[in-house]
């Protein structure tokens, strides 16, 4: 036990959780953001929901970069790019496509399947006992494909999964019908992977976790963070001026850390890749499990009261505003799914993935940097691995040998 003093910074998933591990640990924990945890600015509030121990996969694959030319001019795909963002993404896409190999995609999923492995177990040792639980649900997860020729297309993706033991079980239109009744026509083909769990209210989650935290002697303060300070006793300074300083300091701050690392003198990569839900209230109908639409990239969520249909990957920076035509896609999508369904209302969101070149979170010290613990690059898989980043930082911080090799997620490594 050590009774050090520590600032987080960011308060999403990752920060909560490094917070209440350290607390936990007997550290005198500050937390830091300038919205409470919860908030629909962060990426933690409103994501698919998914604890997707499955994601073994790379953002950056070898097809990636045979299809995304194509994919970008076509309006119907769900890859955008804002075009005058292009000089500035340049620095990130060059070493994002230099692991889009085949080498690189296998060395990748290697780092993606140590992180995500025990992602239910990561889960269930922060939530057990703070009232976060009352938002888990556990049933299966399935993969739907439009015909024969999506699901073959597929089977490099299965068969990742099946290196790290995630087992597919192929569905038949009968069998996706028997399970779902509303399913449309448009999906012929499904996978179905066992043993999964989902969040019900990612926000609401989040805040339990941090409401947990705050109960059991945590402190929060709602502030910004303007810059750092390495060292022995590292420091933040916040808007206004105030210095807060501790034994260390963990940086959380989702897809808004790379501002914050060159402030640090250590310029990392990172891009805020953002993506948008369609929450449907009051549905008609929902869905018996979480459905990932391979044709359309989006994943549909039983969520509490709503259903959800969150995905998209737009390239276009931290600040620019929402775009009108990823919600619209969609939209289509979910009629695709489900042509009957009704809802009372519906509202669109739209967060930043925190995502590196090479899909892996960055995690731990840099010599470059002393004093300060990285932990952000949750890209598609943020909210699934933020307990397991919470813990490995609550680990480093405390000195314990932990049992990762944590060479690929070196903060320094581009
Ligand atoms: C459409 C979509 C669907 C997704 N679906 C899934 C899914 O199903 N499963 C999954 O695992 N992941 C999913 N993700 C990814 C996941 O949501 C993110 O990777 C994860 O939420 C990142 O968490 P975080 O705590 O690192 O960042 P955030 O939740 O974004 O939190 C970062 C915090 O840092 C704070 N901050 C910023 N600047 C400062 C500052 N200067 N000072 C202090 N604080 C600051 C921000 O206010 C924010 O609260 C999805 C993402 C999107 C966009």
Redesign the pocket.
Known sequence: MSSESIVV????????SAAEWLRRDGWVVTL????R?G?P????????????RT?VVPVATPSLTRKAPAMLLDPNSPLFLRWSYLPRLMPWLVPFLRNTTTARMHQIARGLSDVTFDANDQHRALYEGTGAEAHVAHGPYTILYTDRGAYDGDNLTRELRRQYDLVPEPLSRDELIERDPNLSAHYQFGTLYEDFN?ITA?GPY?AALFAYFQAQGGTFRQ????DITPGDAPSVRLEGGEMLTGDKVVL?????SS??SKSLGLPIKLEA?????VAMHAPSFTAPQPYMLTDAKC?V?PMQGTLRA???AEFGGLHAPPSDKPPALIRKAVKRLYPQLEFERSEVW?????TTPDSLPSIGESPRAPGIIH??G?????????PKLGRLSADIASGRRVNLDLTPFRPDRF
């Open positions: 910074v960011g308060a999403g998933i990752t920060g909560v830091v953001d300038p919205v945890p908030d600015e962060q990426t933690s509030y409103g994501n698919a929901g998914l604890i997707a994601s989902w990612p989040v502030a910004k963070v303007v959380a701050a989702g897809a808004w501002r914050l890749e953002r993506g948008y839900h994943v969520t969150a995905g998209i739209m967060g930043r993935r925190p932990a952000y949750g890209q598609h898989i943020g909210l699934t691995i933020g």
